[in-house]
């Protein structure tokens, strides 16, 4: 597999900057099942855009799939966890797909 471009692993380490942190005031919080898994998913979201570039479907697929889960937890969880700077990694994936990846019919 190509090592992904700089860009991309600057975009992931913020992702995973902002999920630290997350997982600080989570963690002083307490743990609860709603906490980790929202820390889980920004973890699967920093991933995906260490990925955007090298796995393109793979990514916006992973990276749609994970917002998806998010969307369940905030509608499930008991408290509001508010809306996290992370989802700007749809637009950036759906970027890569739209410009760089060759049609899937021809």
Do not use: Q
């Not at 479907?57 to 508010?82: D, K």
């Amino acid at each position: 597999m190509p090592r992904p471009p700089l860009p991309d692993l600057i975009l992931s380490g913020l992702a995973l900057a902002l999920t630290a942190l997350l997982g600080l005031n989570e963690a002083e919080r307490g743990l609860t099942w709603d906490g980790v898994l929202y820390v889980l998913l920004h973890l699967g979201l920093a991933a995906t855009l260490a990925l955007r570039t090298t796995r393109r479907r793979g990514s916006f697929v992973a990276t749609y799939v994970l917002l998806a889960a998010m969307a369940l937890l905030v509608w499930f969880a008991p408290v509001n966890h508010g809306v996290s700077p992370v989802i700007l990694c749809a637009p950036a994936a759906l970027y890569k797909v739209a410009r760089h990846d060759p049609p899937a019919w021809g």
